[in-house]
């Protein structure tokens, strides 16, 4: 019998504290003009000490679930996939102590590593396992604690990124038509550009460099670069994916782009040939969330009604690896939680 | 080249730079860059959106080290570009 994973449930959290420019400008070196001007970005959430990724995915699964009126219980889904590059620890993954607390019982639960395209990889891999038979529902999140690698040498960086967790749950459908059901996938990457973005430290490299240093725990990335690529990257996996499944460019109701920076944001509905007021942004208010960055925007666009049923919306992520991807859906009649 | 093919290519970025990157309007194509106090962005939105306008690689340091508007046409020239 041939299947398709459809969206069936959305969810978001933001932890309470909510920094802002004025905070950050006295404390980085910088000013509010400066981080608004380059980044677009006005407010981010960073989570209180001693909250950890894991926290911020269980109540983003959990309003997910609650989305998609389903319990926290055995049988509610047969996996959960965690996207995320702040785990709660080296080894193992959050997933499974993130599926346990929700109490689903003792389903498939993986982390997936691709950076700020995390959330876009784990829809791709739970699409993939619903279409092959291996699972009716999954539950996807993308869950961030950026606040625990930034560097508070590096301004750049410090001012970008904020903490935050969204989550879809992905149900088996019979029909390709029916709203929600993912439509294709696009996935890429590029190793060559690993340095770009990189945490040099605290994996099986940091042997062969010798002495650790604790600096080399920090995220770094190489900013000018990155937004070239992002542009370049999302561009191409949008366009690709758009003439697979022969959507016209301009038959895209929302362009839901990775929330980096405004300026990508512009660039790229640019580079597509899409009027700016199609592209979707709440990085103004979160920041940049990394893997939780797609699923944040799509609960906050939906709870604020932008994201009508039958909509046409085009999803793309950029993130270290480097890595990149898209995706497509008609939105469904969702209640956002 | 023809003359024509670079006028073109030299008027389409001059109207690039005034109205998407907030360049003057007394921008000339003899204009630095660098005189212009553009933000550290600016020259990279540029390099991306002339990859994208004219299906070529163009970088942020290739934009620094053309300097100006005509340099940055023999630049898309050198790399095949026709207005």
């Known amino acids: ?337 | 080249m023809s003359t024509r093919t670079r006028q073109t290519l030299t008027d389409d970025l001059l109207k690039l730079m005034t109205d998407q990157y907030g360049a003057p309007d007394d921008i000339t194509a003899e204009t630095s860059y660098d005189s212009l106090d553009l933000d550290s962005l600016v020259m990279v939105e540029v390099a991306v959106a002339l990859s994208g306008r004219y299906d070529v690689f163009v970088t942020e340091e290739e934009m620094r080290d053309a300097a100006t508007i005509a340099g940055t046409v023999a630049m898309l020239e050198a790399k095949g570009v026709q207005a």
């Open chain 1, 1 to 337: 019998m041939t299947r398709y994973a459809a969206l069936a449930g959305l969810g978001s959290y933001l932890p309470p504290r909510r920094v802002t420019n004025e905070e950050l400008a006295g404390t980085f070196d910088t000013s509010e003009e400066w981080i608004t001007t380059r980044t677009g970005i006005r407010t981010r959430h960073w989570a209180a000490p001693g909250v950890a990724t894991g926290d911020l995915a269980v109540e983003a699964g959990h309003r997910a679930l609650k989305s998609a009126n389903l319990p926290l219980a055995p049988g509610a889904v047969d996996a959960v996939v965690l996207a995320t590059t702040t785990p709660d620890h080296p080894c193992p993954a959050t997933a499974p102590q993130v599926a346990a607390r929700l109490g689903l019982g003792t389903v498939a639960a993986y982390d997936i590593a691709a950076v700020c395209s995390g959330f876009v990889y784990a829809l791709a891999t739970a699409s993939a396992q619903i279409v092959a038979g291996q699972a009716r529902r999954v539950l996807v999140i993308g869950a961030e604690t950026y606040s625990t690698i930034l560097d508070p040498a590096d301004r750049t960086t410090s001012v970008i990124f904020g903490d935050g967790a969204g989550a879809v749950v992905l149900s088996a459908v019979p029909d390709a038509d029916r709203a929600g059901v993912l439509l294709g996938v696009d996935l890429g990457s590029d190793g060559s550009g690993r340095d770009l973005i990189l945490i040099p430290g605290g994996g099986s490299r940091e042997r062969a460099n010798g002495e650790p240093d604790q600096r080399d725990r920090y995220f770094t990335m190489q900013g000018t670069k990155v937004f070239a690529e992002a542009v370049t990257r999302m561009g191409g996996s949008a366009s690709a994916l758009l003439d697979r499944i022969g959507w016209p460019t301009e038959s895209v109701d929302h362009l839901v782009g990775h929330q980096a920076n405004i300026r990508i944001l512009k660039a790229l509905a640019q580079r597509l040939g899409l009027p700016e007021e199609r592209a979707v942004v709440n990085v103004d208010r979160v920041g940049n969330t990394s893997a939780a960055s797609i699923p944040l925007a799509l609960s906050d666009a939906a709870a604020a009604g932008t994201l009508a049923p039958g909509s046409r919306v085009l999803l793309t992520a950029f993130g270290g690896g480097l890595t990149w991807g898209a995706a497509a859906l008609i939105w469904p009649d969702l209640h956002v939680v």
